[in-house]
């Protein structure tokens, strides 16, 4: 494991492999082996009929603060993935113009 694994921030989040839902943010922790067995726990826990309807966890790196509130780190998330996918566009639109001989 890196230095920056192990000091870097990540958060876990659930979701739907089904659906494509998101239920947000669980939890933002320190450590990426942190996280995978708080994600090993979560799971271990799950309600069979939970997990046969399809909801799983991921982590994610981050750069928000272990402990945060779920609410509020899943609403910064939530944020930033949609200026990602601005920008993502606004470059996808400029690279499908075309141009001219």
């Not at 494509?20 to 309600?47: F, I, M, P, T, W």
Request: zero cysteines.
């Amino acid at each position: 494991m890196t230095r920056e694994e192990f000091s870097a921030s990540y958060a876990i989040i659930r979701h739907n492999i089904r659906t494509y839902l998101s239920a947000g943010v669980v939890e933002v922790v320190k450590g990426k082996q942190n996280a995978e067995s708080r994600v090993q726990a979560l799971e271990a826990g799950q309600d069979s009929s939970d997990h046969l309807q399809g909801w799983r966890y991921f982590i994610e790196k981050t750069d928000q603060q272990p402990g945060i509130d779920p609410a509020q780190a899943t609403q910064r998330r939530q944020q930033e993935l949609e200026v990602r996918e601005s920008k993502a566009m606004q470059e996808g639109k400029i690279s499908i113009i075309p141009t001219q001989p």
